[in-house]
């Protein structure tokens, strides 16, 4: 039996609790080049723990699900953050949960407006990088160095996550 969750619009005040939304909004921005860029600046910190850890950045291109989605499994990061950019722009759904006495808790599913990316701090549970309706590039940044910094769950019965009304898979 499937419990179904409704992705909500991405906001910085709806994602707060669960890591940073890496966009154009906010206000620590200010000219740059010579008035030619405007640096949108500090949108959110990356971490890297454990023996050789280092920041790194890479590229990665996803393949859109079909919705509703079958949410089996999450994940989380124990040694570093992980954020992930789009470079194109199409809205992306991402599922966070808190930690919970056995796992992860209950799912929480937002959609990205185009353009947005996020951040998730080290140990929080997520769902896997999900774009919505055709393939979509994203800038990754995250750690690397010794040790696994990967850890999954998989839900004993799976989650139901749903587009918000409206919204084009």
């Not at 860029?37 to 590229?59: C, K, P, Q, W």
């Not at 808190?98 to 407006?113: K, R, V």
């Amino acid at each position: 039996m499937s419990r179904i969750i409704v992705a909500k619009p991405l906001t910085r005040e709806s994602f707060a609790e669960f890591g940073d939304v890496i966009d154009m909004g906010g206000g620590n921005h200010y000219p740059i080049n010579g008035g030619r860029t405007e640096r949108f600046h500090d949108l959110a910190t990356a971490e890297a723990t454990g023996s050789n850890a280092r920041v790194i950045v890479s590229l990665a291109r996803g393949t859109p699900y079909e919705f509703p989605l079958n949410l089996t499994m999450v994940e989380r990061h124990p040694f570093g953050s992980q954020a992930f950019i789009p470079l194109s722009p199409r809205p992306f759904v991402v599922v966070v949960c808190h930690d919970g006495p056995d796992g992860p808790g209950e799912p929480h599913a937002f959609l990205t407006a185009p353009g947005q990316g996020i951040n998730y701090p080290r140990n929080l549970w997520h769902g896997v990088l999900t774009p919505v309706g055709e393939p979509q590039d994203f800038i990754i940044v995250d750690r690397a160095g010794d040790g696994s910094n990967l850890e999954e769950f998989h839900f004993s019965h799976p989650y139901e996550v749903h587009l918000p009304e409206g919204a084009k898979a």
